[in-house]
């Protein structure tokens, strides 16, 4: 029978499995500490520290009196997350993705298999959420919020001014501007390493590039020569100098003391556009004296008994009309512990 998907030699020969699924490179390199709050808000405490000197005394007078080192406690209170949805009932009776034509599967096993299709759905949502807050606090030292019922909201960790840079004209690392010598960007990179150690004490280890940034730097002519490439190979001796690229960030070499990575993902923002993680044109300057937060204040439902936790999946049943819901909570916020150890600068 023509069109007669049951009967006729239709064969259902895979899935074509979705691609574009969150990736975690910043939390994961970045903000690997976690806090779990046992109230809606996240605290942490901060050395806060000054490059003070001894005082010089005569040996026969009373000593001078020092002050304790200070440490001030920063306290967040975590934007709350809801991921609520219906599941389509009627989808345990119909034939699931990757099921042969015809269905060989129960009603019950399809719902299993909705349900956690649903459930891994939401959490990468929600690993996307945490990677997108993760771009926001590298990129400008704050996490601006907003959301039904919840009132725009800006989280300010306090940044110093001059680690959020944006060039300008021929300062801009172009391709014009480096040739007539007016962009020099490992002039620049010098300039703002000292600026991250003179604001923090950190010291930056990895710069991570947007694609017009990367092409950028790497015009400069002081690094013709001077850029280590990863090694390949048992021992180590072949090097991959082509185009290469990876979900989340590659590696692009070694440049005296930084790692250099160029970083690729996007989102879906407010309006339903697709939008870059981070903007093209800018890059990162950081390390591991960031020393990254993720903190996740309660869950404010008594069926998980008010208790901290990352994902906080439920479902539940209504009776007339039968309907199934789930719903996913958590109450992230993401912290630069030592905020001045990271600097953004928009180049391109």
């Excluded at 005394?57 to 975590?78: A, D």
């Excluded at 609520?84 to 099921?99: Q, S, T, W, Y």
């Excluded at 021929?170 to 040739?179: E, F, H, L």
């Amino acid at each position: 029978m023509p069109g007669n998907l049951i009967f006729d030699t239709n064969t259902l020969i895979g899935v074509v499995e979705n691609l574009k699924l969150a990736q975690s490179w910043l939390l994961d390199r970045y903000f690997t500490n976690i806090v779990m709050s046992d109230s809606e808000f996240v605290s942490i405490d901060v050395d806060v520290g000054k490059r003070r000197m001894s005082p010089f005394c005569s040996p026969l007078v009373e000593g001078k009196l020092v002050e304790s080192r200070r440490y001030q406690t920063n306290t967040f209170k975590p934007p709350y997350i809801k991921d609520k949805r219906a599941p389509d009932l009627r989808k345990p009776v119909r034939r699931m993705i990757g099921e042969r034509i015809g269905g060989a599967l129960d009603p019950e096993v399809r719902e299993q298999m909705n349900l956690e299709f649903e459930l891994n759905d939401q959490i990468d949502m929600l690993t996307r959420r945490l990677e997108w807050m993760a771009a926001q606090v590298l990129l400008t030292g704050t996490l601006t919020v907003s959301g039904e019922g919840f009132p725009t909201t800006v989280i300010d960790f306090g940044r110093d001014g001059s680690l959020t840079i944006a060039l300008t004209g021929g300062a801009q690392w172009t391709a014009a501007n480096i040739t007539a010598g007016t962009a020099n960007p490992t002039a620049n990179v010098e300039t703002w390493q000292q600026q991250i150690l003179k604001s923090s004490g950190a010291v930056a280890t990895d710069i991570i590039f947007t694609p017009k940034a990367w092409n950028g730097f790497k015009l400069d002519p002081v690094l013709k020569g001077a850029i280590l490439y990863p090694a390949l190979g048992e021992n180590g001796n072949v090097l991959n100098v082509g185009a290469q690229i990876q979900r989340g960030a590659v590696a692009k070499g070694v440049w005296g003391q930084y790692n250099l990575w160029l970083y690729n993902d996007w989102y879906v923002d407010d309006n339903n556009v697709e939008q870059p993680m981070l903007p093209d044109g800018s890059l990162i300057m950081t390390g591991p004296d960031l020393q990254g937060t993720r903190g996740f204040g309660i869950i404010e439902d008594p069926a998980f008994n008010y208790a901290a936790l990352p994902f906080a999946p439920k479902t539940w049943l209504e009776n007339d009309p039968a309907q199934r819901f789930m719903m996913m909570q958590s109450a992230p916020v993401i912290i630069p512990s030592r905020v001045n150890a990271a600097l953004a600068a928009t180049v391109a």
